[in-house]
């Protein structure tokens, strides 16, 4: 169902509240260590201000369980935002009551509220709360794809008091690469998913396997597929409780599901520890990374493919030489030529780190929601927005 973009709405004297994702890592002192996701919003923000809207800017920052905690305030983030948009930005005391309601930006104002997680309402998604959010402005708009799998009351229950709720240009551009990518994929498609767990991607794999053509699977999860299979895996991360739902998915995807056929052992875990390549996991040896022949087999259904999701390390990529896997999926994904759509923290890393980040059609911002969409999951702060 397409839904409302910012770009359908009228903006001009209004007061718009758009929800953004400012979730940003602060080093102790409160200085930002990266501006990526203030940076993500700055198209729609800067859209709203040119169409001449007033603009409130909401958003959480951390875990600070419900009260307010002065280390995990927005205030650096007013700082750094006015900085990059070059015009002043003023910060609210709160983000609620009748201080806030006397702040409400003129046209071409910005307005950052303080963060939303300092009432333990916005995450019950309480409606009088949701009420008094709504109360501030005219217009909503959601530009926080990473928090859109969360039904909070700045993501969906302030839309029930909004006469109009509408995408922002970054929301826009990931629902349209996650559809892109999904629903009617070009052919052939394929899946890349590795990380440490089965458990964290259940519905990943069973959704992926409805719409790809071949799911290549890494990282240790696939040790937990090997065993299920009855191949040795050593002293490997496995996870001995998902072992019959390894067989049961093995055998629902069939010839579809490609195993590592050879991996990067070592004794320990450790940056320059002696490793080797094997065939077969020996007693004592844990596997750290795919092996050059899974790498060869690995390169050569990506270079066929049309469409590529990847998510998720092919090894323990944060300590070389368990990297090599990774660095060589991330290589092969930006010179296939395909749409390709990377999710995930450490996926996103690799392609940065390997500099082919510009070859990649789509890297999401938003790990969890990315990893829900892709499981076939309606997000609710997608689905509360207004139908166009």
């Given amino acids: 169902m397409a839904k409302l973009s910012i770009r359908d709405l009228d903006l001009k004297g209004k007061v718009l509240f758009m929800r953004v994702d400012f979730n940003v890592p602060l080093a102790p002192g409160g200085q930002i260590t990266s501006d990526k996701r203030i940076k993500a919003s700055l198209p729609s923000i800067q859209y709203a201000l040119e169409q001449g809207a007033g603009l409130i800017l909401a958003s959480h920052l951390g875990r600070p369980k419900g009260k307010p905690n002065p280390e995990m305030s927005l205030k650096p983030v007013a700082k750094r935002l006015e900085e990059l948009l070059g015009r002043p930005v003023k910060m609210a005391p709160d983000c609620v009551g009748p201080e806030v309601e006397a702040m ?47 039904a909070h009351a700045s993501t969906v229950g302030i839309i029930r008091f909004m006469p109009k709720a509408a995408a922002g240009l970054l929301m826009d551009k990931e629902l349209e690469y996650l559809n892109k990518a999904t629903k009617d994929p070009a052919r052939p498609a394929i899946g890349i998913l590795g990380g440490a767990k089965v458990s964290d991607k259940i519905e990943v794999i069973e959704n992926l396997m409805k719409f790809v053509d071949r799911l290549l699977i890494g990282g240790a999860m696939a040790y937990t597929f090997l065993k299920a299979k009855g191949q040795p895996v050593g002293k490997s991360l496995v996870e001995d409780d998902k072992l019959d739902l390894a067989k049961r998915l093995m055998e629902q995807a069939g010839d579809k599901l490609l195993l590592p056929v050879d991996h990067v052992v070592a004794a320990e875990l450790k940056e320059g520890a002696p490793s080797e390549v094997v065939d077969q996991i020996p007693d004592g040896k844990m596997g750290l990374d795919v092996g050059p022949k899974t790498i060869k087999a690995y390169e050569d259904v990506i270079r066929s493919a049309k469409t590529i999701i990847w998510n998720g390390p092919m090894g323990v990529f944060e300590v070389p030489p368990f ?36 070859k990649i059609s789509h890297i999401s911002t938003g790990g969890g929601a990315s990893l829900e969409f892709l499981a076939g999951i309606e997000l609710p702060g997608v689905a509360a927005l207004t139908d166009k």
């Fill in 104 to 150: 409400k930006p003129k046209p071409g104002e910005v307005l950052l509220l303080e963060n939303l997680r300092f009432h333990p309402e916005e995450e019950a998604n309480d409606p009088e709360f949701s009420k008094k959010l709504a109360s501030l402005a005219d217009l909503y708009v959601n530009d926080a794809f990473g928090t859109a799998h969360r």
């Fill in 323 to 358: 990297n090599n896997g990774t660095v060589a999926i991330a290589k092969a994904v930006a010179e296939s030529g395909a749409l390709s759509v990377v999710g995930g923290g450490d996926s996103e890393k690799a392609v940065k780190s390997v500099g082919v980040s510009d």
